[in-house]
């Protein structure tokens, strides 16, 4: 507000104009009272110089915080007026704008026209005690144009303002083409008879008027009627639509909230999956620096061996420069020589036993390391079956359990719609409240029917679950016993000799690949299962779709109601005077009428609290599924342990052979 008040003082400089105290006043209450959302500008009834308006005019072009602007009696003139528009025409934040007893016409109708038409904040404009509507029409066709145009204006005043039947008419082809104006106050003009006509086709047409407010303009009262039955018309309208708005945006934030719960759990079987592969990874990683130690043990062995075989050639070297040298020798030398040919023999068998030897041992670990790696491979795939089948497990309960959420909110939204129709049906035609009754009780006897039909399916889908469930704890059950078998089995064969472990490691894999077998067969019935559930889900769907048609036949047939409704609309404001005579038979007609509504509003009560008890026992249900999904988890953890047992058992025994492996070559250069 400081920056409002150095505007007003810089513009009173340059329009050379002293600046007033009143207006002074007005911009420091509001620069006090900055937390009131509504700042007022009022100079109502008071006396101010014509240009103290042109400077308002050029300081409302700023946005200043001012939201309303009161200018009552204050008898300006029009300059006066157009200077003070002029500046309003960009103006963003005043939304009320009154100025009521100025005695406004001709230019200062054309300057309200320009307003209406490039302003697009003003909501409220009060145009009381002035002559808008006098006999210059070319400023009031103006001013109708742009309120045609104006896409903002939601009230307007124009009481005492001398509109005619020509300005009426001129109003209501303006108030077709209006999508914005709500409240219309036409009091105390000379409207007549054919400007009220006029006023009537375009509040037919127009779906936004609420209010019209015409009073003291000589109007007959079947038009004033018909006018309000109009209005009450557009009144409903926006009721339903702002009721529709609502729900959509209710069902909008319940569609967010589902895609983040399926994002959440999509994230965290992300994670889950890449902790798994973290895991796997590092076990390969620990195998592979296994095989790289053993490879280097293998290595240095044969490195010895070379050492070995050169110092052999170096003997052979120097026994052949010692005969040479020693070719006289004595026949002694000869036997000496000959004894050592053959303790060269010798030598070379037992080098030649060695070798094969520790080729065999060699071959007989990398035999170990490959069953190792296979065996660890197999309880991967298992793992990773069991965890694909508790994942389709929960997709279903979850699938499960939306349908029933959709389910529920369709008959919510089905009864709630049958009762609008006929509350709406009793206050325009009390006749044909007995056909609609008898609809509404086979819709509800049909809703009745296919909510039967909907639960039993569910129910069927829940005991087939509880079917699968079963026969996983039977395989989990089977897999334990087998596991515990393997423990025993692989216990006895390390207290056993070396020789029997190769028959050992054949029954082992004998029995793996028997297990491959049974986890290959019960992975197929799971998979004809999910088939099966699968084309049950497609006969449901098609259910649906089948209750969706059904729905919108009854729409079709509402609508047929409602256009007969209008034509007998139409004929009941021509019969009305001959109406009068049975009107009060028909009223205990009515009333008895009214009786039986009473009773079938009890009856959709009863059946909303029977809809309420089928609700609590399905999420009764659904928790006691998430309980043997809960305790099917702790089984599958159980399961995982065991299988890290069994790899820590299977890495107790490479290490075994591996330092038995280590002793035999120990003891064989012992020998040597």
């Known amino acids: 507000m400081d920056q409002c008040k150095t505007l007003y003082y810089d513009y009173c400089k340059t329009y050379d104009v002293e600046p007033n105290e009143t207006i002074l006043g007005e911009i420091q209450k509001v620069s006090n009272g900055d937390n009131n959302p509504t700042k007022s500008f009022n100079l109502s009834s008071l006396s101010i110089p014509e240009a103290q308006f042109v400077v308002l005019g050029k300081l409302f072009t700023h946005d200043c915080l001012f939201t309303s602007i009161h200018l009552n009696d204050c008898n300006l003139t029009s300059e006066a007026l157009q200077a003070f528009l002029h500046g309003l025409v960009k103006n963003t934040t005043c939304r009320t704008l009154e100025l009521k007893g100025n005695s406004i016409h001709g230019a200062g109708t054309e300057a309200l026209a320009q307003v209406l038409r490039r302003n697009q904040t003003l909501q409220n404009l009060r145009l009381e005690w002035n002559q808008i509507g006098a006999m210059d029409t070319s400023a009031f066709t103006s001013f109708c144009d742009a309120l045609g145009v104006n896409k903002a204006l939601i009230e307007l005043d124009l009481r005492n303002n001398d509109i005619s039947h020509v300005g009426a008419t001129e109003l209501a082809a303006t108030l077709k083409r209006n999508v914005t104006l709500r409240i219309l106050d036409l009091r105390w003009n000379n409207i007549g008879a054919v400007g009220s006509r006029a006023l009537l086709a375009s509040c037919q047409s127009n779906s936004t008027l609420n209010e019209l407010h015409l009073a003291g303009n000589n109007i007959p009262d079947d038009v004033i009627q018909n006018i309000n039955n109009a209005l009450a018309k557009n009144t409903e309208k926006r009721q339903v639509h702002f009721g529709h708005s609502k729900n959509m945006a209710v069902l909008a934030r319940q569609l967010q909230d589902a895609h983040t719960e399926k994002d959440r759990q999509m994230t965290s079987v992300l994670t889950r999956v890449s902790l798994q592969e973290q895991a796997m990874l590092k076990a390969n990683k620990s195998l592979a620096t296994k095989i790289k130690k053993m490879q280097e043990a293998l290595d240095d062995r044969k490195l010895a061996f070379n050492a070995l075989s050169a110092k052999n050639a170096l003997l052979e070297a120097d026994l052949t420069v010692a005969t040479q040298q020693h070719n006289d020798a004595q026949n002694e030398v000869k036997k000496l020589q000959i004894e050592k040919d053959h303790l060269k023999k010798l030598i070379h068998k037992e080098y030649k036993k060695e070798k094969d030897e520790l080729v065999h041992t060699q071959a007989k670990l990398e035999r170990d390391l490959l069953e190792s790696l296979e065996t660890q491979r197999r309880l991967s795939e298992k793992i990773h079956d069991f965890e694909r089948k508790t994942e389709n497990l929960q997709t279903t309960i979850h699938e499960l359990r939306e349908t029933l959420t959709k389910t529920d909110r369709d008959h919510h939204v089905k009864l709630s719609a049958l009762d609008t129709e006929n509350q709406g049906l009793k206050s325009k035609h009390k006749e044909d409240l007995k056909d609609c009754e008898l609809t509404n009780s086979r819709d509800n006897q049909r809703l009745k029917e296919s909510y039967e039909t909907t639960q039993q399916n569910l129910k069927e889908q829940i005991t087939k679950l509880e079917n699968i469930r079963t026969t996983l704890e039977r395989e989990i059950n089977s897999l ?193």
């Open 480 to 672: 334990k016993s087998n596991i515990s078998t393997q423990k025993l089995n692989h216990d006895e064969n390390l207290q056993q000799e070396k020789i029997r472990i190769k028959n050992e490691d054949e029954k082992i894999q004998h029995e793996l690949e028997d297990r491959l077998r049974s986890l290959t067969t019960t992975k197929e019935d799971l998979e004809s299962r999910y088939n099966q559930q699968l084309i049950s889900n497609r006969e449901f769907q098609q259910k649906i779709n089948f209750q969706s048609v059904e729905i919108e036949t009854l729409k079709r047939q509402i609508e047929s109601v409602q256009t007969s409704n209008l034509s007998k609309d139409t004929e009941f404001l021509e019969n009305r005077e001959k109406i009068k005579t049975e009107y009060e038979k028909k009223l205990r007609l009515i009333q008895k009428d009214i009786d039986m509504n009473e009773e079938l509003k009890d009856r959709n009560r009863q059946l909303g609290s029977e809809i309420k008890d089928q609700r609590y026992n399905d999420r009764n249900t659904i928790r006691e599924l998430e309980t043997r999904l809960a305790d099917l988890q702790t089984k599958f953890n159980q399961r995982e342990q065991e299988i890290s047992q069994l790899k820590h058992n299977e890495e107790k025994r490479l290490q075994f052979l591996r330092t038995a492996m280590l002793d035999y070559i120990g003891r064989d250069t012992k020998l040597k």
